[in-house]
């Protein structure tokens, strides 16, 4: 049997007790307004393989989910910041010429809107005058300049009582914030600027071993094998040979765990940029001498991070292969977060990909995977029921990073 029939058999039969746990370990803990989760699915093994809090892609959930979302995003809003919190900043990237993400943050928009809020869109620096832009879908997008005004920040006029942010600020935009008093959710500090992924997959795999303990399954079976390699440097020969070795550790590693499961798969690994963002600064090998050997395109490739900084920190990833397919084509689940509320969920499909490819690239469509249908009817949802937990496990994982952060400040 796959792991997801496993999984879903059980989380039904013992679905108060699980939803009571996870209330119980969400309580105290500061969750975004929302957040995303790629997740793999093996058929031995189902895990998170990415965290997003500032997401986009919200134009890609179903029709159904996306008519929930406002509710959701009213009950988090109300409960967070009060019913008087009526004016919404949305701070966006500074993608003006890609007109599928101003898809997504028109969608945001009808969402927010939808939950009773005023919003007005912006960056985070000026501009000379509002930009008119269009998005994919010929929806139209006003954006302004959020200008500091004192300890707070307005939009031509418009003053927020709570700023939501698009902007993963892989750029610190430390002057513009500095002092600040209007709220960002989700905060600055979880940007890119600062944050590692290293931090969020040591407090999942606590996570996905707490849960895998209460439901009694084997916790690898949630779990994902992840290192941090420092100084990571491709034109450096010692530390070069350094990364090969430590691939070749972990492939070992992975090889063993298969064979304790009879797992006949062969193994391979992903080196990622620890504060990456976009798809960027990642390759795939399965072997240490294939770092040994990367050819010029692939080592520049790894030197790519958004806003052109230098990667210095990565991390050596297990990697989990999918086995989920959309009309015979290669496919992964993505499940969204508004707080603690399972919002929408898509699968992203790519036909030129295979099975143990990075999906997230160009060339992705996506197909309906409706998260609202496990209030219908819960037994007969097996995909949005077992990876709409597996995301869940993901945000409490964001809240204890981010509650980690926190402890560090005091």
């Known amino acids: 049997m796959e792991i997801k029939n496993h999984l879903h058999e059980v989380i039904v039969k013992r679905h108060k007790v699980l939803c009571d746990w996870i209330c ?28 997003n809090i500032f997401p986009a892609g919200f134009n ?5 989910d996306c008519e929930h979302a406002d509710d959701l995003a009213r009950a988090y809003l109300d409960k967070n910041y009060g019913k008087n919190a009526k004016k919404v900043l ?19 928009v009808k969402i927010v809107e939808g939950a009773g809020r005023a919003v007005r869109v912006a960056f985070p620096k000026e501009v000379d005058s509002p930009l008119n832009l269009e998005s994919a879908g010929g929806k ?26 698009n902007n993963d600020f892989a750029n610190e935009y430390a002057e513009w914030s500095k002092g600040l008093s209007t709220t960002i959710n989700p905060p600055r500090e979880m ?14 795999n606590a996570v996905a071993e707490e849960f895998a303990k209460l439901i009694s399954v084997d916790p690898w079976m949630l779990q994902i094998d992840t290192e941090v390699f420092e100084n990571f440097d491709l034109s450096d020969e010692g530390r070069t040979d350094e990364l090969a070795n430590k691939v070749e550790d972990m492939i070992k590693r992975v090889r063993q765990r298969y064979k304790e499961r009879g797992i006949s798969e062969k193994p391979f690994v992903f080196v990622k940029n620890n504060a990456g ?21 692939a080592r520049k490739k790894m030197k790519a991070a958004k ?9 050596i990833q297990e990697g989990i292969s999918t086995a989920v397919l959309s009309d015979g084509m290669t496919a992964e689940p993505a499940i969204y977060l508004i707080g603690c ?70």
């Open 24 to 51: 119980n370990k969400e309580d105290g803990l500061i969750v975004p307004f929302y957040s995303s989760f790629d997740i793999r699915d093996s058929g031995s093994k189902v895990a998170t393989v990415d965290a």
């Open 60 to 64: 890609n959930i179903c029709e159904a």
């Open 90 to 108: 949305l701070l966006t990237e500074e993608h003006t010429n890609n007109a599928y993400y101003w898809e997504n943050v028109a969608t945001l």
């Open 140 to 165: 139209k997008i006003t954006v302004y300049s959020a200008k500091r005004d004192g300890s707070v920040v307005s939009a031509d006029g418009f003053s927020p009582d709570l700023i939501i942010s």
């Open 191 to 204: 940007g890119w600027y600062r944050r590692k992924k290293s931090e969020f997959f040591k407090e999942y």
């Open 277 to 297: 963002t976009y798809g960027l600064g990642i390759i795939q090998v399965g072997s240490g001498e294939e770092i040994r050997e990367l050819n010029y395109k």
């Open 307 to 315: 806003g052109g900084r230098d990667v210095s920190e990565v991390i």
């Open 341 to 410: 509320q399972l919002a929408g969920g898509f699968l992203r499909v790519h036909k030129e990909k295979g099975p143990q490819e990075n999906l997230n690239s160009p060339g992705a469509v996506y197909k309906k995977l409706c998260v609202s249908d496990l209030e219908i009817n819960i037994h007969g949802r097996l995909l949005e029921n077992v990876y709409g937990w597996v995301a869940r496990l993901g945000l409490l994982a964001i809240g204890r990073e981010y509650k980690s952060y926190l402890a560090t400040k005091k």
